[in-house]
């Protein structure tokens, strides 16, 4: 495969990570919630998706935000808003059993089984540069990557709501003394991921074309670690992380032999685990912000 092929799909691939790894620092910076219900999020607005683009492709991308975002925040309501003070290796317990509630739940409502349609069929295509064949859906994911990571970083940093998202993920406790409403932030965080999932539920679908109850569980737990490896206390280096992770997983798969690429996920983990001996916080964490009360 030509090299610069497989780092084009290499860096799609480590934009949707990025995407996630993103969506699951903003909570942790203001909650220290370490959210792994946000896979539940993607499967929610996949399954939309799915059930919904042969009907109609605008109404697909709105319920599919629609209930990734209202899912995001009754999670809050319901579970998380009342743990809030715990520490959080808790609020992580907690998070795991909302993320295992809701595959039963999908289990309960759409059977075990995968559902299929073509989720932006024309995405599938491919264009030709010389010798290049580059999928559009690659370029797609790239695009939107970077336009949701610009959006987000606009809005944290030239609107009144996103500084106080700032100033509550650096000091949860001196945020709300200074007149911060926390539960406004904190349902504001909730419902950017939701955003997000639908994003990264969009290119996942598009690529595969189904949806099944543990969709968003992968790309969760691979945004975790990058979030891990980046430094959850940071926001850039969770999605540099997240990126790092998706990217390097890419190129495993295109590039190891096939007799050795069943293990390419073990790989990723002896990267995890180099990377973690050298900065226990994360490469790009200087240090842990205070605990949240």
Known sequence: MN????LID???TGAVYALAALGIGLVFGVMRLANFANGELITAAGYALIILWPISWPLAIIAAIGVAVALALFMDAAVFRWI???????????SFGVSILLQRVYDGIFGTN???????????ASIRIGELRVNLISVVSIALGLILLLAVRLFLTRTSMGLQVQAASEDFRAARVLGIRAGSVIALTFAISGVLAAAIAFVLTAQSGSVGPTFGVQVTLFALIGSTIGGLGRLGGSVAGGFLVGFALSMFTTFLP??????RIAFVYLLVAVVLVI????????????ERT
């Open 10 to 12: 290499a860096t799609s």
């Open 3 to 6: 090299i610069l092929q497989a």
């Open 114 to 124: 995968v559902l299929s349609a073509a989720v932006a069929p024309g995405l599938t």
């Open 258 to 263: 096939d007799w050795i690429n069943d293990f």
């Open 279 to 290: 900065a226990p916080n994360g490469i790009f964490a200087s240090r842990l912000s205070k």
């Open 84 to 94: 809030r003070s715990q520490p959080p290796a808790t609020l992580l317990i907690a």
